[in-house]
């Protein structure tokens, strides 16, 4: 018999004593990018047993390794090809058991095994689906997960009120055991059908799922509230719990800043800002984001109104706050190893996201 743990946490609890006071104490903001140009980093760190960090340019499909203490560049690997170490699309990083990284690729549908320190890949993995990916996390060494959020076409607009986030089960040979596992919301985004074009771009106000792997568990949270499923190895669902927080709401200058944020110039851009202004929920997504540290905790990020500190907490499996820290709005949290934490920021003053390390004070 299985038995499914549902709980609903106030936010008063992390007023309790009882739950720690976390100083996040900013230590090194990496702005050096090698190729000379600003990032376009995803907004994904990986952190190996000896604290390297790697972060992936989404521009030019490599992987940036970076030293934990300074933040000074070490190597690039990868670049856009198909070869053996070469990226199509990098989706995900993940650190996987012997300081390997394992990197997704969803357009050349593969995942690529990279030890650290080698000068090529261990292995690449073709993964046997029919349409495309956007995630591709190990969750066991035998098995692996996929996410599909399902194109958005021109001939389908009918499908665009139910659409849904598809998620299988592989081998780590990359067969499919089990196709439509699981059945989630789809991210939110901007989408138009004007002038015979079909447009879809970033909802900056837009909900989504976030996913996270420890210890033969996944987690997910959708960003709409912050309520976070807990699975076992065959995508089961074991466990739940919510916290109880109000979202800030969308001001009019919310609105004014993120279309004026909007880069795309002609037709492009007149239809994105149109559309935008005509998906403008009441509220901003309750979550930043979450993730699962090394030992196991969960840490979701609570949104605060723009431009406040966004609330950080640190969560057991049955939901209990154990300690809370305060972030700026523009840092998103992906990873904590030790007294270490790992993040991504946007910074205006560089022109694009850079990479921020922090030490932990409680």
Same mark, same amino acid.
């Given at each position: 018999?299985?038995?499914?743990?549902?709980?609903?946490?106030?936010?008063?609890?992390?007023?309790?004593?009882?739950?720690?006071?976390?100083?996040?104490?900013?230590?090194?903001?990496?702005?050096?990018?090698?190729?000379?140009?600003?990032?376009?980093?995803?907004?994904?760190?990986?952190?190996?047993?000896?604290?390297?960090?790697?972060?992936?340019?989404?521009?030019?499909?490599?992987?940036?390794?970076?030293?934990?203490?300074?933040?000074?560049?070490?190597?690039?690997?990868?670049?856009?090809?198909?070869?053996?170490?070469?990226?199509?699309?990098?989706?995900?990083?993940?650190?996987?058991?012997?300081?390997?990284?394992?990197?997704?690729?969803?357009?050349?549908?593969?995942?690529?095994?990279?030890?650290?320190?080698?000068?090529?890949?261990?292995?690449?993995?073709?993964?046997?689906?029919?349409?495309?990916?956007?995630?591709?996390?190990?969750?066991?060494?035998?098995?692996?997960?996929?996410?599909?959020?399902?194109?958005?076409?021109?001939?389908?607009?009918?499908?665009? @009120?139910?659409?849904?986030?598809?998620?299988?089960?592989?081998?780590?040979?990359?067969?499919?055991?089990?196709?439509?596992?699981?059945?989630?919301?789809?991210?939110?985004?901007?989408?138009?059908?004007?002038?015979?074009?079909?447009?879809?771009?970033?909802?900056?106000?837009?909900?989504?799922?976030?996913?996270?792997?420890?210890?033969?568990?996944?987690?997910?949270?959708?960003?709409?509230?912050?309520?976070?499923?807990?699975?076992?190895?065959?995508?089961?669902?074991?466990?739940?719990?919510?916290?109880?927080? @109000?979202?800030?709401?969308?001001?009019?200058?919310?609105?004014?800043?993120?279309?004026?944020?909007?880069?795309?110039?002609?037709?492009?851009? @007149?239809?994105?800002?149109?559309?935008?202004?005509?998906?403008?929920?009441?509220? =901003?997504?309750?979550?930043?984001?979450?993730?699962?540290?090394?030992?196991?905790?969960? =840490?979701?990020?609570?949104?605060?109104?723009?431009?406040?500190?966004?609330? =950080?907490?640190?969560?057991?499996?049955?939901?209990?706050?154990?300690?809370?820290?305060?972030?700026? @709005?523009?840092?998103?949290?992906?990873?904590?190893?030790?007294?270490?934490?790992?993040?991504?920021?946007?910074?205006?003053?560089?022109?694009?996201?850079?990479?921020?390390?922090?030490?932990?004070?409680?």
């Amino acid at each position: 018999m299985t038995f499914i743990l549902v709980g609903l946490i106030p936010c008063s609890q992390a007023q309790d004593p009882s739950v720690a006071q976390i100083d996040f104490e900013e230590v090194n903001r990496v702005v050096d990018a090698p190729l000379g140009n600003a990032w376009n980093l995803l907004p994904h760190v990986a952190v190996d047993s000896s604290n390297s960090i790697y972060v992936a340019d989404a521009s030019n499909e490599i992987i940036v390794q970076m030293e934990q203490h300074d933040g000074t560049f070490v190597r690039e690997f990868g670049g856009e090809g198909q070869g053996p170490g070469e990226f199509g699309a990098i989706s995900t990083l993940q650190v996987v058991g012997g300081d390997t990284l394992l990197i997704s690729d969803s357009s050349n549908r593969r995942l690529t095994y990279w030890p650290a320190e080698d000068e090529s890949p261990d292995r690449v993995t073709r993964l046997e689906y029919t349409g495309s990916f956007d995630a591709a996390i190990r969750l066991t060494p035998n098995r692996i997960i996929t996410t599909d959020q399902m194109a958005y076409r021109a001939d389908d607009a009918e499908r665009d @009120d139910d659409r849904q986030v598809v998620v299988a089960l592989h081998g780590s040979d990359g067969a499919m055991e089990q196709d439509s596992v699981q059945t989630w919301e789809t991210d939110e985004v901007v989408l138009s059908r004007e002038r015979g074009i079909v447009f879809v771009g970033d909802h900056p106000f837009g909900r989504e799922n976030k996913y996270a792997v420890h210890a033969e568990r996944f987690y997910r949270l959708w960003t709409g509230e912050p309520r976070v499923t807990i699975y076992d190895a065959s995508l089961q669902q074991v466990g739940q719990f919510s916290l109880a927080h @109000d979202a800030p709401p969308v001001t009019s200058d919310d609105v004014d800043r993120a279309v004026d944020a909007i880069q795309e110039e002609g037709v492009v851009g @007149d239809i994105y800002r149109s559309a935008l202004r005509e998906a403008i929920p009441d509220t =901003w997504p309750s979550v930043v984001s979450m993730f699962v540290d090394d030992q196991g905790y969960i =840490w979701i990020g609570l949104r605060t109104p723009p431009d406040t500190p966004n609330r =950080w907490v640190q969560c057991t499996e049955n939901g209990d706050i154990v300690a809370e820290g305060m972030l700026p @709005d523009q840092v998103t949290l992906e990873a904590i190893r030790g007294n270490r934490a790992y993040g991504i920021a946007e910074d205006p003053e560089y022109g694009g996201p850079i990479t921020v390390v922090y030490s932990i004070r409680d």
